[in-house]
């Protein structure tokens, strides 16, 4: 019995000693600020490596069991410390601070902030080697560029239809053909109205839209289409009169406004939308 009893102790141990690897959960997790990257890292099937997300982070839903550290723009710095993540996930811009912060404070912090399909398809590689998931990123990445290069295809020698994309009202801002958004459009055969702008998101006078045309329009500005009809010399413009106007319930804007995986089927779906259109012309 006793030799039963300490064979069980040394498996029992090996088993133990092999468990401990680079995996970044066993050492405190996973803190992901960015819901981009967190959806990544849940494509790549290292959703259990994630200790704590902000409340952006609503995709997929298993996330929402997770404990949340603050929102993109508030973080909740003690939380994330009181975790001793092994990482942590940041965005750009407004997260720039934090992502400074706590690498100060010894924490090992990256930000990820893909601006283009290349830079997702980067990203997703990136994040790959850092989780241990090199071999997911590898296929999730080949099975992208396949599926963006069928809906490249797809829209050759088609007419493109001009697209505006609403972000606020006010102030009124849209997308430039820089842009990620900007970047789907066109690659899913639209032709975004701003070819360029101050910034990928900025301001725009309504004038422009007015004197551009656009034949659809996405508008996530949360305005209303009586309010839309009701704008000063808006109600000639082609999406308008031909009701080409879509909104957030038609097509959920984090298919085109979040760099993911998901971005490929945002693309579909502007596909679709391009396809009843040119079958009208």
Known sequence: MKKFVHAMLILSAIFCFSCQGTSPRKEGG??????????????????????????????????????????????????????????????????????????????????VYPGSLEGLFSAIGRIGSLIDRQTEASKLIGTMKKDIELIRQSSKGKPRPKVYLEIYRNPLMSVADSSFVGVLIETAGGDNIFSSLERDYARVNSEA??????????????????????????????????????FEKDLNPDLLQRATPRSVLGMKQLRLIFDRWQARQ
């Open 30 to 111: 996973i803190v992901v600020l960015s819901p981009e990257v967190a959806e990544i890292v849940c494509a790549l099937g290292a959703e259990n490596q994630i200790a704590a997300v902000t409340e952006e982070c609503n995709y997929p839903p298993g996330l929402a069991a997770k404990q949340k550290v603050g929102n993109f723009s508030a973080i909740n710095r003690e939380a994330i410390i009181a975790l001793k993540p092994a990482l942590v996930f940041c965005s750009s811009l407004e997260q720039e601070m934090i992502a400074a912060e706590l690498g100060k404070l010894g924490l090992k912090v990256e930000v």
């Open 209 to 246: 839209v007015i004197k551009a045309r656009p034949d659809v329009m996405i508008c996530y500005s949360q305005d209303s289409l009586e309010g839309i009809l009701a704008r000063k010399g808006w109600q000639n413009i082609p999406a308008l009169t031909n009701r080409d106007i879509l």
